[in-house]
């Protein structure tokens, strides 16, 4: 599978989303600037300069990386937590069958050990995906990790979302967010608008 030209990839998420690779037309202290306004008046500066060390650590991150969008999404209130996502799209080459059954589906279970598990989920579309999760252990800190994939519409290829969770106790919430993720994601030839639901939920959007 190799990526095509003259398209882009459209992808939803929770509002309050901070991304660290894609920025539209903006560069990446512009998409900050514009981000940090929303909070003017009553963000705290020290709230304020975390998120700006954090960004630009994130940037530097995944610059020059293959994922269409990476970031994270802070959770404040009785449960607070930092939710992390990434997408890396696979565009399927002409000529090229796309495997109809996802072929990771059993690597993530490995790697995640004994307590993994992998469930499916349905897109409003009704295509079928795969998301596994597993609590791990990283620098010694428990968080709660998941791999997603679901097939594009018509043959066009594989979306693939690895999320991580600091709150080991959202496995749940941080698969559902990993499945939403990828039901979202449209590759939208160059002039065409994505589909958008009829209501919106005030969620985030986002183009690479």
Do not use: K
């Amino acid at each position: 599978m190799t990526p095509t030209t003259g398209d882009r990839v459209w992808q939803r998420l929770p509002q309050g989303w901070i991304e660290f690779r894609a920025f539209g037309d903006r560069t990446p202290d512009e998409w900050l600037a514009w981000y940090l306004a929303s909070g003017d008046g009553w963000l705290p500066d020290e709230a304020r300069t975390a998120i700006v060390e954090g960004f630009r650590a994130g940037v530097a991150a995944f610059a020059g990386t293959d994922f269409d969008f990476a970031g994270v999404s802070l959770t404040a209130g009785e449960r607070p937590a930092a939710s992390f996502l990434c997408t890396n799209v696979v565009r399927a080459a002409p000529g090229v069958d796309v495997p109809s059954t996802p072929f990771h589906r059993l690597f993530p279970l490995v790697r995640f050990g004994e307590e993994a598990g992998a469930e499916t989920f349905t897109a409003p579309d009704g295509r079928v995906g795969t998301v596994a999760s597993g609590r791990l252990l990283t620098g010694g800190i428990p968080n709660v990790a998941t791999v997603g994939e679901l097939l594009l519409p018509e043959e066009g290829g594989t979306v693939l979302v690895m999320g991580m969770c600091s709150d080991p106790s959202q496995r749940a919430e941080l698969a559902l967010l990993t499945a939403f993720v990828l039901s979202t994601t449209q590759v939208l030839p160059e002039g065409v608008e994505p589909a958008l639901p009829l209501a919106d939920s005030g969620s985030a959007q986002r183009t690479a």
